[in-house]
Structures are given as structure tokens and as C-alpha cells.
């Protein structure tokens, strides 16, 4: 079973229960998301990127903190058929380049609340 096809099943098995939940603790906050809404959000996110024409075979860079839309994101990128290529939050943009040339990926996701060496993307 494809992992993408996983996360439809348990969709469809268990859609009210909490799938993932994301605790921030010097905030005290918690937030969870239902198998439903998980399957829905990384549905959206793969149609995104095939809007922007990323298709099967493809590569696309994540470039993300580890929060929940980090596996929606995940999940949305391997819904299209693309290669995943996971990268580390704290990466610069010098890393980034080469990185980028040497996967031959063709976009990066990234989430706006990393900035690459004290500048904005």
C-alpha cells in the first residue's frame, strides 16, 4: 500500500479521530487535526503543486519547521507522485543553491517563518 494511500484509508476509517496533534509549549497551546481534515488539507496541497505543474516524477525541496503542516505538505508532495526532498530548517541559502542544483528539483516549499541567514526569502 502507497503511503498516500494510507492516509485516505484511515480517512476513511476514522475521519473524527485526531490524526496528529501539535503541542507548543511555551505558548501552552495544542492543536490537533482529525484523520478527515488531514486527508483534506494534503489533497488541496497536492493540487496546488499540479496547478504549478509539478507531476510524477518530479522533485520538490520541503523546507520547514516540523509542524503539522509539515506532514500535510509531506503528504501533499507524495499525493502528486513527486519526489520528497526533506531539508533542514536551519540550512542557508548558500546551502540551498547547490542542494538544489545537485537533486535537480524543480520548486521549494518552504514556510515563511524561516528566514535564511537573519533575511527574508
Request: proline residues 4%; aromatic residues 12%; neutral net charge.
Amino acid at each position: 500500500m502507497h503511503i498516500g494511500e494510507m492516509l485516505a484509508r484511515n480517512a476513511r476509517m476514522f475521519p473524527e479521530k485526531i490524526a496528529l496533534v501539535e503541542r507548543i509549549s511555551a505558548e501552552g497551546q495544542r492543536f490537533t487535526i482529525t484523520w478527515r481534515e488531514f486527508d483534506s488539507r494534503a489533497n488541496s496541497f497536492s493540487q496546488v503543486l499540479r496547478g504549478m505543474g509539478i507531476q510524477k516524477g518530479d522533485r520538490v525541496m520541503q523546507l520547514m519547521n516540523n509542524p503539522i503542516d509539515w506532514l500535510v505538505a509531506y503528504f501533499g508532495i507524495v499525493r502528486t507522485g513527486a519526489w520528497v526532498v526533506p531539508l533542514n530548517f536551519r540550512f542557508i541559502v548558500v546551502v540551498l543553491i547547490p542542494g538544489r542544483e545537485a537533486t535537480e528539483t524543480e520548486i521549494l516549499e518552504y514556510c515563511q517563518e524561516i528566514y535564511f541567514g537573519g533575511l527574508s526569502p
